[in-house]
């Protein structure tokens, strides 16, 4: 089991226990765990179940992959909490609706990134070998 | 005119059914549509499934009593399609190539070859459609109901039943996929155009905002992000709803049925595209009923469930309600025959299977199976007094519990054993049936010392996923025994 698997499982037992350990205490810090929690398991699970693709993406492109989510799951947490403000509503409205939207961005981004890199691989390696048999 | 559109509607799906009936040829045309399924029809259909009464009906009805809050059950949306089709599409649709696996039990009885977990798995599809077809049988009833002036809500529920079964019953699956198709579109149709109707006739955007937030009755912190809920409510629905739709048989159903795995990488752009579009009706709906009630130009709803119907009743004109009640209609019945097909599959293919005495006339008996399901399911709903939003979170937190740990972790990591998968399908399921129970009696989650709006599905969702993980680690790695 290479690297990228244990990290990934790990990643989803701690975000299991933190759900759980949260769900015992009524301090504010527990609902930013809580959703931490729950914006980073999807993306391990995500790792775990495309491992094949991450790995032939190269390993750049999977450190990517969970760090931006990570961030993308602390921003997450973190943005609900800064909402709770009297400002405009529809600035509020505009904040939520960017959460899933950037989502979206990041997922379809990761996809053409994968699909690029997958495809882009076997073609550079075939061109390296074609331009070592002209040498 | 609602009548007429709704006449009309039933009339297709009649046809369409009697259309697929000829078709069945055996099992796999009647429990996996014969695996001939092009993308658009996969796509709209998963939505359709996914999508029922609980967006058309218990989304605004929620969002009418708890405020912005109830947003978090949709705003996975975001990601789940990618993520579905990225962990569970390709490897589902890969098992059943060779036409012998027809239901998340049978993936799950090939991956760890024990019959035991098959019949885990049957058992906790079964607890769980009870529910989740009582829920659409309950908003069914409901709705007939409204349409037809029926004062007796069991009536209502078993006319709703009776009209399901007629087309489900003999078409199966091949009939559930190419009604979900249509049932998909009008679905589209309706929420965009009652999202832009209730949010103009509010006053447009702006007027909606101001209005709720002016309110003595609403007021600002409706349209908080928690809105009324507590937060860690809100952190379990992102969960639950986040990663327990992979639990969904309903919907990871349909990806059995895709005829070309090659063209799957377009799939979660069709299914996130026909969710985000149908979630318009909750935004729209959850935030311009409230808005009309603050200007006085509805009167305040008195049960939740009916926001929706009263919005229709008392604004929309009559061309508008007729396409909204097809569209909820559609929302329905899409979702029920699912369930009904699900269901029969479990208990007449899965559990006869899991127990070595599999049935020589599976879809005879499944039809019956469709009939005694529904009856069980139609009687739960009606003694479940709650929210229809209430008994879906329910419903879908069984599934997620259940399955969800299993099929994401399970197919991706060869460690996992049956021991484990089963262990992890059975607390998964007992526990959030049992935390369920005491939320009921008001001893969850209080008496267990948790935070006050604490979700018995997320709690039980993570304990699942730690009972799988924890037993594989305990468990020696076969590959390093055998080298």
Redesign the interface.
Known sequence: ?QAL?RGS?AL??L???G??G?????H?A??GV??L???L??AA??V????GVVRRAGSGVGVLLVVGLLVGGVLAAGL?GM??F?GW??M??AL?WL??????L???AY?ATF?RLVAARPRKAESKRRAGERR | MTLFLAGVYLVMLAGVGAWSARRVRGPRDYFIAGQRAGLWAVGLSTMSAAFSAFVFLGGPGLAYRVGAGSLFIALPVGFTAAFLCWTLARPLREMSADGSVFTVADVLARRFDDRRVQGLAACCVLAGVVGYLGLQLKALGVLFQSVFGISSLPLAVALGAAVILAYSLFGGMLAGLYTDVLQGAIMLAGAALLCAHAVHTAGGPDAVLSSVAGSEAFGPGFLDPDGRLPQATLAGFFLVFGVGVAGQPHMVHKFFMIADVQRLRFLPAIIGGAQSLCLLVWLGLGLAIPALVAQGRLAPVAQADKATLAYLAELAPAALAGVAMAALLAAIMSTADSFMNIGAAALMRDLPRALGRPLRDEVLAARGATVALTGVAAAFALAYGDLIAALGTFSFSTFAAGLAPVLLIGLAWPRVGAAAAGASIAVGTGLNLGLEFLARNDLFPGALGMAPGTLPGAVSLSVSFLILLTMTWLRPDPREESA
């Open positions: 089991m698997e499982i989803i037992a975000c299991a226990l759900t759980l949260a769900a015992f205490s009524a504010p527990a609902t809580s959703l929690a729950a914006t398991l999807p699970l995500i775990l179940g495309c491992s609900v909402l709770r009297d509503p529809a509020r409205w939520i959460g899933p939207v950037a989502l979206i990041i997922a379809v996809a699909e």
